[in-house]
């Protein structure tokens, strides 16, 4: 049986999965300290939200600094999990007849009493976004330091469906079209890389 079986079923039937045990350790743990070193070298800048041409800072709503990676340019770490990532994508692509033909990936760090208000990641300015995948790269992470994605339900934005805490190691996958969710204030930083698998038509 395919180990990773329950993740899809449950991405097929309820539009999101979680697990802890998707991504090798020492890949995280690889991974956050090249995020470190990104952050250290000031690579990082501001997120904004809205149209390309029409994008504003509003940390109120999208609190997060992020750093797009780069396949060639990036780390060996960022580009173990380029790669990691393009077979999970030809996975989804024979799991679920997706057509995903590209991604797109940036680490995220959230300050201290930042988060990121309920939103799709599917809109107008993005269409392209099918798939949406977030890995969280935290050291430690407990209850008390908030923080949690948050996911409503797909017939009522309203419903909170589940939140989950952005322990060491956990990714979640959510359909970027079907899925409103929210970053949920953090009591300490919060580091992660966040992508999308997209299918761009040629
Ligand atoms: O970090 C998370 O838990 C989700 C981030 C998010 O929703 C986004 O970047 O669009
Ligand atoms: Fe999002």
Redesign the pocket.
């Known amino acids: 049986m395919d180990p990773h079986e329950a993740f899809f079923d449950a991405l097929a039937s309820q539009y999101w999965a979680a697990a802890d045990d998707m991504i090798a350790p020492a890949l995280q743990e690889s991974l956050y300290r090249a995020c470190r070193q990104e952050w250290d070298a000031s690579h990082f800048h501001e997120?904004r939200i809205g149209r390309q041409h029409s994008s504003s800072l509003a940390p109120a709503i999208?609190g997060?600094s992020?750093c797009w990676l780069s396949p060639g340019q990036a780390s060996p770490a960022a580009d173990n999990f380029l790669l990691w990532a393009d077979a999970l994508r030809l996975d989804l692509n024979r799991q679920f007849y997706a057509g995903l033909n590209s991604a797109e990936f940036h680490f995220?760090r959230?300050s201290e009493g930042r988060g990121?208000k309920k939103?799709l990641?599917q809109h107008q300015n993005n269409p392209q976004r099918r798939i949406?995948l977030?890995l969280?790269l935290n050291r430690q992470w407990a209850s008390a330091d908030g923080?949690e994605?948050c996911l409503y339900s797909p017939d009522d934005s309203g419903r909170e469906i589940q939140r989950?805490l952005?322990q060491p190691g956990r990714l979640?996958l959510f359909r970027s079209d079907l899925i409103p969710?929210?970053?949920l204030p953090c009591g300490q930083a919060?580091w992660?890389l966040?992508g999308w698998f997209r299918n761009d038509r040629p």
């Open positions: 997120a999208r997060d992020i995220a959230y990121y939103h990641d949406s977030v969280y923080g994605l989950i952005p979640v969710h929210e970053v919060r992660s966040t």
